[in-house]
């Protein structure tokens, strides 16, 4: 249990005059208690002044339970009837006990912009209604705090940070798999599965209980595309191509969102150039990077600096956003037009790149932790073409 996010959930409870908050996304659920599902059926009701409660169907592995709360099993795969009615009068019974059912219950109802369960071959089996029947669990109905419940991505404890630098620490070992896969005549797809080769490779060691990365791979002229869309085809690597890899890793739940560009070859001169203007546009960026610098500023830096070398107009997306829970948490974006300013503790991606059939694309992509005075890069491998 993340009891410094539960001390805040209990907070926001009686800030709102709440009966209880219910979580349930995969995402939700490593956010507060540090616990990704494996059937995506878990429920967690939060109270303010008591601990959380967490409901797991009755086929949930006992491995990855958290062991500091009440955890109770509902019906789910040992019955013929409707499980989910038997959850929701577990639910209503305990905000009674725990909570208050005199008052609205919240939770986040759009059911998109998720992060997967541990069995990610499908979407959890939750019925069509599930919430609209988790919205009257509680005899006040429903109350919409959906804003300040999202604003909990933006901030990482100690302990979620320890969780993302693992993740980033499992990435670094795919990236290293993806500069030793450069070669001439390997195909897209089987540098892709070195890299995820790599990452599973970890489960089991240095307290990585399960790990699985996601690797796109776009070389030569399908690097163009690589500001509208990652992808990864049976193209083969021909000597001379620059590389890119968008790479998603998740560890234990928490998640990093990495991309390096690598080289088929020896780097040529306008090779090292525009690489080159990519890296002073994401040191510029990085370079104001604390608590308090504007979104806006921060991209703007970036796109100054490719503006320098010329080739700012092929920079054609924002430059980053929250990330930690999911792949691309809800939050901060870093773009032109957000006026938000960062605050300590938030994990945020800085991402420039450049994209043109002219040469095909170009990007890097840190993970950084927002301090104080500064930030904390948390993708601490090699951005270099060659990979020295």
């Not at 109270?47 to 009755?58: K, M, S």
């Not at 009674?96 to 912009?113: A, D, F």
């Not at 995820?196 to 060691?205: D, F, N, S």
């Amino acid at each position: 249990m993340n009891k410094q996010k539960i001390s805040m959930i209990s907070e926001l409870i009686a800030k709102n005059e709440l009966g209880a908050v219910i979580f349930f996304r995969p995402d939700e659920l490593v956010m507060t208690l540090g616990y990704r599902p494996y059937w995506g059926l878990s429920v967690e009701v939060c109270f303010e002044g008591n601990d959380p409660i967490l409901y797991v169907p009755a086929l949930e592995p006992d491995l990855r339970l958290p062991k500091d709360i009440t955890v109770k099993r509902y019906p789910w795969g040992e019955t013929s009837s409707d499980p989910f009615q038997i959850l929701y009068g577990m639910i209503t019974e305990d905000i009674k006990k725990y909570g208050n059912n005199s008052k609205p219950i919240s939770l986040v109802k759009t059911v998109g912009n998720t992060s997967p369960c541990i069995l990610s071959g499908e979407q959890p089996p939750l019925p069509t209604d599930f919430v609209d029947n988790l919205m009257k669990v509680s005899e006040a109905g429903y109350k919409n705090i959906e804003k300040e419940i999202l604003d909990l991505y933006n901030f990482k404890t100690c302990e979620d940070i320890e969780g993302i630098k693992l993740c980033n620490k499992v990435a670094g070992i795919g990236i290293k798999a993806f500069y030793d896969s450069l070669q001439a005549g390997l195909t897209e797809a089987e540098v892709s599965a070195k890299m995820e080769y790599a990452v599973r490779t970890r489960i089991g060691k240095d307290g990585v209980l399960y790990a699985s990365g996601f690797a796109q791979i776009q070389s030569g002229i399908n690097g163009a595309d690589g500001g509208r869309f990652n992808w990864v085809t049976d193209k083969k690597l021909e000597d001379g191509d620059l590389v890119m890899t968008e790479f998603a890793v998740v560890v234990n739940g928490y998640w990093a969102d990495i991309t390096r560009t690598g080289k088929v070859g020896t780097p040529t001169k306008e090779d090292i150039r525009l690489h080159g203007a990519v890296k002073k546009a994401q040191d510029n960026a990085l370079s104001l990077v604390r608590e308090g610098a504007i979104a806006e500023d921060i991209h703007n830096a970036a796109q100054k600096a490719l503006d320098k070398e010329g080739v700012g107009k092929y920079f054609t997306h924002g430059l980053g956003h929250g990330v930690g829970f999911r792949y691309h948490d809800p939050g901060i974006r870093i773009a032109k037009g957000n006026k938000e300013a960062l605050k300590e503790g938030m994990v945020i991606t800085i991402e420039p790149g450049i994209y043109d059939s002219s040469f095909g694309g170009i990007r890097i992509e840190e993970n950084v932790l927002v301090t104080k005075n500064g930030c904390e890069i948390l993708s601490k491998f090699t951005r270099e073409l060659k990979g020295d």
